[in-house]
């Protein structure tokens, strides 16, 4: 295989698990937009929409289609019920104190995960068929096609919502100002609830369409979380194109940097790049000046 | 329409609010005078359900409104025009006006009533229309002060409470957004509420004023009384004693 072929096999894995972190990212983004809270448990929702779709099709032994459907529904549930139980009793919370909730509550979903299904690797069926296809020399899965096609999906999905649709448009005041947004009726809290509901349920899809590629396990939303939160922090924690521009970068840097200096550091360029984003430009890359009077 | 007895509201740990009674009647202008920090805009915040009251009690025609959240309160027909606009920025000046109708908006009765007022805010203010896909934080003050009005107005309010809407603004400006508040009275009988710190114009365009300081009202009557009141002369409208005592 000569290099540009090899090259051109980097950008597509790369475009695909970017396509994931940045559907990951978007869920972090979501959520800190409208409650300000950067939600460590972002990652577990990914692992239970892979490890319910799971547990459903073998154990159920439900369609995958249906596998599916109650993998997400299951997990934004448990979305819901997360902002519930730990976020909505709080009076008025420090940032430092929501963190620390966060990640306990991460820690808490992960260890009845492993105690309800166990500590194995498991691999999804890929949605159709397993024989690559050959595209400028390069071999690409089925499954990434799918990855793109659905990432592409619920940009356009979250993208409609948040600017033509009244829940949306209000989701984004009260980002802007909550006083501001009450004055106007709009339920503050019930906004809060809905932010977990979209990203738990974003969360899970990611989770789902990556599992057929890189095997699902109770542990899995760890690293994923971390890399979808790197996305979204160099896309400024912006919830639209800059998240997800981020999410593809990180990915192309991934595929690239192990391809071609060493697969070891896959996981370490994520975590550079974090770094050098947090220490050079912490308003994230494609966050541009805003005009604005005051 | 509205009454407030002895009402009790705290700003964080401050007694903002020290046992304050008032009332407005039908259709009444009403402005509300005092120093910053007397407790006008907490009292406003108060009515909205923003910083509930502690103890006292709240009466919108007939009814209790103390313990409502502030979506109840907007429901009912209390719209509040924040101090310092607050309009949503990032959104655009149409997305802004929506919203204000957020809780109408989700009756399928009322999409046509909602365009109806849409056109009507902005014959009100043709300048918003002009602007009306422009990002609300691109606009200049007075815009954004019409915006925050005309948001206000979306959600067809019986009473409307204006938080100082004239500060920073030009007096031309202020002029134009005192002519649509007395428009608002004639054509649609909007009963006012008006928190200001310009007192002269305030009690022009009013029929009646209360004037607070540190949490209390000390003063109360008809405009023209309390224009002529030495104290309320001395203290807001910036007469010296000496002038006074000459005439």
Not at chain 1, 63 to 79: E, K, N
Not at chain 2, 79 to 87: A, T
């Amino acid at each position: 295989m000569d290099l540009l072929q090899q090259l051109t096999q980097y950008a597509f894995s790369g475009f695909s698990t970017g396509a994931i972190y940045a559907l990951i990212g978007l869920g972090f983004a979501i959520i800190y937009n409208s409650t300000g809270i950067i939600n460590f448990a972002q990652g577990e929702f990914v692992m239970l929409g892979g490890v319910l779709t799971y547990f459903s099709l073998t154990v159920l032994r439900l369609p995958y289609l249906v596998a599916m459907a109650v993998a997400v529904a299951v997990t934004t549930a448990a979305g819901a019920a997360f902002e519930r139980l730990t976020i909505r009793p709080l009076k008025s919370p420090s940032p430092l104190s929501l963190v620390i909730i966060t990640i306990g509550g991460s820690i808490f979903i992960r260890g009845v995960a492993m105690l309800l299904w166990g500590k194995d690797t498991h691999a999804l069926p890929p949605f159709s068929g397993n024989d690559p296809l050959t595209v400028g020399g390069a071999s690409i899965m089925p499954q990434h096609l799918w990855i793109f096609g659905i990432t592409l999906l619920i940009i356009a999905a979250n993208k409609f919502f948040f600017y033509y649709t009244i829940s949306g448009k209000a989701m984004r005041a009260c980002s802007h100002n909550r006083t501001a947004a009450s004055l106007v009726g709009i339920d503050v809290r019930k906004m809060v609830l809905l932010s977990f509901v979209i990203s738990s349920a974003v969360g899970s899809l990611a989770g789902i369409i990556i599992a057929p590629l890189t095997m699902t396990a109770y542990d899995v939303g760890v690293m994923l979380g971390l890399k979808g939160f790197c996305a979204a922090i160099i896309g400024g924690m912006s919830s639209g194109f800059g998240t997800v521009l981020g999410g593809l970068l990180l990915g192309l840097l991934e595929s690239f940097g192990a391809g071609l200096i060493s697969s070891g550091y896959k996981d370490a360029i994520a975590f550079i790049v974090l770094l050098l984003i947090l220490f050079i430009r912490p308003q994230g890359l494609f966050s541009k000046a805003q005009t604005e009077r005051v | 329409m509205l009454r407030l007895k002895n009402i009790n509201s705290y700003y964080g740990q401050v007694h903002a609010l020290k046992n304050v009674s008032l009332h407005l009647a039908k259709g009444e202008i009403v402005t509300l005078i005092g120093a910053n920090g007397a407790g006008k805009s907490t009292l406003l915040n108060t009515l909205s359900a923003i910083t509930p009251a502690r103890s006292g009690e709240l009466l919108f025609e007939g009814n209790s409104i103390t313990t409502l959240s502030p979506s109840r309160i907007v429901e009912l027909g209390i719209s509040q025009v924040p101090e310092g606009r607050q309009v949503f920025k990032p959104l655009s000046v149409e997305d802004n006006l929506e919203l204000g109708a957020y809780l109408r908006a989700r009756k399928r009765a009322e999409k046509g009533a909602i365009r109806d007022d849409l056109a009507m805010i902005y014959e009100l203010f043709p300048r918003l229309k002009e602007r009306r896909k422009q990002m609300a934080g691109t606009l200049s003050g007075g815009e954004q002060q019409m915006l925050a009005i005309g948001r206000a107005l979306m959600a067809r309010p019986r009473l409307l409470l204006l938080d100082e809407p004239s500060m920073g603004l030009a007096p031309l400006v202020v002029q134009e957004i005192f002519r649509v508040v007395e428009a608002l009275r004639k054509e649609k009988g909007t009963t006012v509420l008006l928190v200001e710190q310009n007192a002269k114009a305030a009690l022009t365009l009013a029929d009646r004023g209360y004037v607070m300081e540190t949490g209390k009202v000390i003063l109360e009557g008809p405009s023209g009384e309390l224009l002529e009141n030495h104290e309320v002369q001395r203290a807001y409208l910036g007469k010296e004693k000496k002038e006074i005592w000459e005439r």
